[in-house]
């Protein structure tokens, strides 16, 4: 299902472009129906590229919190053999989770 720009999308992006000289095209994006612009002769859709922003400033947080607590279990290696395990499973878990953000963050 598309999903056409908010009220506040309307708001906060779509208008500033418009009061900042950029032109707004009779053309929609395909993927979100707002309407493209053009500014200094790139053509572009404002929404998803905020969305987009987004997005990836989203993962990047997770990933921040991740490698955080990563760190954290590195410094705090237990000497039990056992909860030793337990640590590093839990470590493996997080390394796993990091990969699969990444490669999330590379491509849409
Ligand atoms: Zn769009």
């Known amino acids: 299902m598309k999903k056409g720009p908010t009220e506040w999308e309307m708001r906060n992006i779509i208008m500033p472009l418009m009061l900042s000289g950029a032109k707004m095209l009779d053309r929609h994006c395909p993927k979100c129906g707002s309407p493209l612009f053009e500014k200094d002769g790139r053509v572009f859709c404002p929404v998803c590229e905020y969305r987009e922003k987004q997005r990836k400033a989203e993962m990047k947080g997770v990933e921040e919190k991740l490698t955080e607590k990563l760190n954290e279990l590195a410094n705090s290696l237990p000497d039990d053999i056992d ?19 990444r490669k999330l963050e590379g491509g849409e």
Request: proline content about 0%; overall charge negative; hydrophobic content about 40%.
């Open 83 to 101: 909860e030793l395990e337990k640590h590093l499973r839990a470590m493996e878990k997080i390394i796993e989770l990091l990969e699969r953000y």
